[in-house]
């Protein structure tokens, strides 16, 4: 149980377009979904928390328009890279809590490897 | 939010060896503590978790000890094996807040 699911695993786009990733928590529902990004050797650091049917907490210094999160359903987040730049480049990955508790374990999807030309 | 420190950032065993990996966090309300494994290019994958009433948990080869009063907690690896290898992460607190991870080789 507690599956997560993330997509596209790996985009290419250039410079100035905006690119889509999706989360989906696959068998249970997920009030709260976060965000992390990873560059090589390095460790995850939180962007945001995504919270269902309202905005979005983000971290110190992360751009919430250049980063845009929405988490209409309680299944499903996206984040949303928009006029990507080259130094957007990164592995980027969600998470949800498997139950409401704030003691949970979080489950990871996939990640994205976005690579912007 | 939360700072998770983590040492050391790299790790070399023997097969057989112990392996120990230290974090320490700066929120006192802090109440979860979980370790995760990460092979490269794949997720993150949660390997033992603790809760702050419990000063220790183990689960077979590991086990996590946690000292609330001094803000520190360990994951103890025992008997390395060479499919070990791989990065370690600790983290802390409701919004999951990661240590600078762990690089742990295990050499045959």
């Known amino acids: 149980g507690a599956v997560v699911s993330q997509h596209p695993s790996r985009v290419i786009c250039k410079s100035g377009t905006s690119v889509k990733i999706e989360c989906r928590s696959l068998?249970?529902?997920?009030?709260?979904m976060f965000w992390y990004r990873q560059f090589p050797k390095q460790s995850l650091m939180l962007m945001a928390t995504?919270?269902?049917?309202?905005?979005?907490?983000?971290e110190q210094g992360v751009e919430k328009d250049k980063f845009l999160i929405n988490h209409a359903s309680l299944t499903l987040s996206t984040l949303t890279v928009t006029s990507a730049h080259p130094e957007d480049s990164s592995f980027y990955i969600c998470?949800?809590?498997?139950?409401?508790?704030?003691?949970?374990?979080?489950?990871f999807g996939n990640g994205t490897r976005l690579t912007v030309t | 939010g939360e700072n998770v420190e983590q040492h050391p950032s790299t790790l070399s065993v023997q097969e057989g060896d112990s392996a120990v990996i230290k974090c320490t966090y700066s929120?006192?309300?802090?109440?979860?503590f979980p370790w995760y494994k990460q092979e490269l290019g794949k997720r993150p994958q949660l390997i033992i978790d603790?809760?702050?009433?419990?000063g220790e948990k183990k689960d077979q080869r590991i086990a996590v000890t946690l000292n609330k009063t001094a803000k520190h907690f360990s994951l103890h690896i025992t008997e390395t094996q060479p499919e070990d290898s791989a990065v370690y992460f600790c983290?802390?607190?409701?919004?999951?807040?990661f240590g600078s991870g762990t690089k742990l080789n295990v050499k045959p």
């Open positions: 983290a802390a607190s409701i919004r999951i807040y």
């Open positions: 929120d006192s309300a802090s109440n979860y």
């Open positions: 998470s949800a809590r498997g139950d409401s508790s704030r003691d949970s374990p979080l489950h």
């Open positions: 995504s919270n269902e049917g309202s905005k979005a907490t983000y």
């Open positions: 068998d249970f529902q997920a009030t709260t």
């Open positions: 603790i809760r702050s009433n419990v």
